[in-house]
Structure formats: C-alpha cells, structure tokens
C-alpha cells in the first residue's frame, strides 16, 4: 500500500478532528496540499482496502467534503456494493464530489448508489468530467431526487445535453434549498433552454445563480432564458458569457425583462433582481469586449444589471428605471392627458418624481412640467396662512398677502421657473399644500403635501 495512503487513513480510523477534506483517486496523482484539513488516499486494486476506508468515513464524525476521483478502469475492479457500504452511515459529510467518474458503473455509481440512501446531511453535490451515458443519467436523476437538502450542484464539463438537462430538471423540482444550479462548461442547447425556464417558473423554484457559461446557447435560447425570468423574482444572476452565438438580438432580449418601456406600470413590475449576467466577476465594466464584434454584451445592459446591485430596495430601482425611461428626453405625455389624471393624484406624482435630489430627478422635474403647460395660468390670491419670512430672494405667501408678479402668472401662487425650487410651509390649523418658491436654487423636489398642525 502506497505511502501517502497510510496517514489519511490513520486520520480517518482515528477520528481526527482537523481532517474535514478527504481526496480518494487513482496512484499516481500530482495533487500536493500543505494543509492541516486535507487528506488523501489512493483508490487500488485491493478491495478489502477500499471497505476498511469507507467503513471508517461511515464512523467518522468530523468529515465534511469527500471527493471521489475514479476514472474507469482499475476503479472498476473493486466496484462492489459492499465495499461503499460504510458510506451509508456517515452523517458529518456535507459536501460529495465525483471526478472523472463513470456514473453508469464503477466507483461513481456505487457512490452515488450509497448516497441515494443516506442525503439528509448533503448540501452540496459537485461532478466534474464525469462521463453520464443512459444508466448514469438514471443514476443521477434518481440520487438527485432523494437527496432533497442539496443547496448546490456543480455538474460542469460533463458534455450534459438537452435531454440530460430535462431529466435533472425533474429531479430538483420542489427543492426549495436548492440555490446555486452551476451548468457551465456543456452542451446545452435550445430546448435545454426551455427546460430550465419551466424550473424558474416553479413556484417552489429558490435558485439565486444559474450558470451557463461556455455552452452552445445561441440567441433563441438567451431570448427563451431572458422571457423566463420575466415573473421570476428571486434568480440574481445567470451567466450566458461563453456562448458564442449570443449577438445583440440575444442580449437585447434581457432589455425588455430588466426595464420594459411599455408602460409606466410595467417599468415597475420589470425584473428588479438580476444583477449578475456574466461569470467574469463584476458587471462594473460596461462595454468590456468578451467576444467579437457580433457578440458583445452591450453597455447599457450592463448598466441595467448593475442597477439591479444597488441595494436591497427594489423600490428605489424601479423608481430610477422609471424616470431613466419615462420621464427623460422628449417623453410622452398622453398617459397623464388621456387618463384625465386629478390634480390631487398628479401632486402626487410630482412628489414622487422629485423626491430625491439627484440630477435624474431635477432633469425629469423639468421635462415634466415643461410638457405641463396647463400648470402655468393666473392663480387666485392665497390667503389665510401665518406670515413667515420675507426677503428679496423668497416670495411667500402669507396672512393678507397677495403676490401678483409682473410677466410671470404661477398657478402655484407664485412665480415659476426653471431654476426655482418649490418648498413646502405648512398651512394655518387645516390641510392645504402650500409652496414657497426659492429662487435662488435650480428647479429640485416639487413638494405637495398635506400636513395638519396638531
């Protein structure tokens, strides 16, 4: 038995609390790990080796990530059940990873035979090159289906295709633990695509990051992907970087999902989540080139996605895509028109407009009542309120105070222009809005509110 098999297995039988990570491969191997939680012993033709090994990890109580990496072939020799039965018993391994593994026979398919029993403590499932022909595609789904606690799966470089797709989709519907779905490196298509939307339409469906990357997804897949994540409001991030056959009427899909201009209504109930659409880390390089000139992710998605990152407060998102999309530019302004909006509802959308100080919002303040011409008309002497505060710079409205300004007629009751800001003073013992217009400050917040002294 080789050398550097002896001391893991002595960790192992011995119970050693600081190994938590145990590597069990094929001799010969170049994994070198100068670490205190790591251990490795090597997987040979002697099977009475193997079951000492398993039946001791099936004791084990300080374990957590086993990996298995057992390409066909002398592996296959000592595939027996009885030989992974131990596994069955363990309850501190949290973490389960085949490499190079055939799931159909050998070492991968009794693992994942004696895992299909004992999950309840497994959260984190990993393949990587593991070859998954018909029985191992059986093999796969039925563990996956049992294994219900599992808050990862990393099945990468596994030449996975649509129908293997299909099946794991199946298998973790209804797994509510299930966050993070890493699909990267394969062969999905179109009609995987469409498979993985029917899992982020389910309801019972918690995923947080999909990914995708290097794939062969073209643009009728990323137009399915970004119609599914229409009514789904819980995925972060999907990355599709990689597949080269996304170009710009690919990407542009996501547009519509991340601020859809239709409306005012439906800018708000956008996708406000998505904040990741790449693997390359931070989408705080818009513009960056990933591909070639018939592939780029364009800037402006980009800046939607890191709008999206913000914050927590899908509130302040919305609002910022509605003003960026409905209130910037020459906007239209036959939805206010039409709808015969009143003008206690209207001071209301003013408010909301100006509520912050930024220049999105000075700029939308001044689009929007610039198209307001029915604003600006001669407004009846305000009377009745408590004398405030004079000076040359501030009109205001007071106790027996008429202010009629010569060439400038304000509905508002005072003068109104581009560069005023409207502030609010409170009425006299009832409810009224009341403004004060400071001439000295560009146009900011327009501020009706209905305040009563008490």
């Known amino acids: 038995m080789p050398d550097k098999m002896m001391p893991a297995m002595r960790r192992v039988d011995q119970n050693d609390p600081t190994l938590t990570y145990l590597l069990m491969c094929e001799p010969p191997t170049t ?185 062969m997804i073209d643009n009728d897949g990323a137009t399915i992907m970004a119609d599914g994540l229409s009514n789904n409001h819980k995925l972060e991030g999907v990355c599709l970087d990689g597949n080269d056959d996304i170009s710009a009427s690919g990407w542009n899909a996501f547009f519509r999902v991340l601020s859809n201009p239709s409306s005012i209504n439906a800018t708000y109930f956008s996708n406000h989540t998505l904040c990741r659409i790449a693997s390359f880390g931070s989408v705080k390089v818009a513009g960056s080139r990933l591909y070639d000139e018939d592939g780029l992710i364009p800037s402006r998605l980009l800046s939607l996605i890191e709008l999206n990152g913000i914050g927590d407060d899908n509130n302040l998102v919305a609002r910022q895509k509605i003003l960026d999309c409905h209130f910037s530019g020459d906007f239209n302004m036959e939805p206010f028109v039409e709808s015969n909006m009143e003008m206690k509802v209207f001071s209301h959308v003013l408010g909301w407009v100006g509520r912050s100080s930024d220049s999105l919002s000075h700029s939308a303040m001044f689009n929007l009542l610039q198209k307001m011409p029915t604003l600006c008309a001669v407004a009846p002497p305000i009377r009745g309120f408590v004398k405030t505060h004079q000076s040359d710079d501030n009109i205001v409205l007071g106790h027996q105070y008429e202010h009629r300004s010569a060439g400038v007629k304000s509905r508002l009751g005072a003068i109104f222009g581009p560069f005023w800001r409207l502030k609010k003073m409170k009425p006299f013992g009832k409810k009224c809005p009341v403004y004060i217009v400071d001439q000295r400050t560009r146009l900011g917040n327009m501020i009706q509110s209905s305040e009563s002294i008490s």
């Open 31 to 215: 994994v070198e790990k100068d670490d205190p939680h790591f251990g490795m012993t090597y997987i040979t033709d002697d099977g009475p080796a193997l079951k000492r090994i398993c039946d001791s990890i099936g004791e084990n109580a300080y374990l957590q990530d086993v990996c298995f990496d057992a390409p066909l072939g002398l592996s296959n020799m000592v595939a027996r059940s009885t030989y992974f039965a131990g596994l069955k018993r363990n309850t501190s391994i949290h973490s389960l990873g085949l490499s190079r593994c055939e799931l159909s026979e050998g070492v991968g398919h009794e693992v994942l035979k004696a895992f299909k029993e004992n999950n309840k403590h497994l959260t984190k499932f990993a393949l990587w090159r593991c070859m998954i022909r018909d029985g191992g595609t059986r093999a796969l789904s039925s563990t996956l289906t049992r294994c219900t606690y599992l808050k990862e799966i990393s099945l990468s470089s596994c030449r996975i295709d649509d129908v293997i797709v299909a099946n794991l989709v199946q298998s973790v519907r209804g797994n509510r633990h299930l966050k993070r779905l890493d699909l990267q490196d394969n062969i999905i298509k179109r009609a995987g695509c469409e498979s993985l939307v029917t899992l982020l339409q389910d309801p019972n469906c918690n995923l947080v990051t999909l990914d995708l990357n290097n794939n």
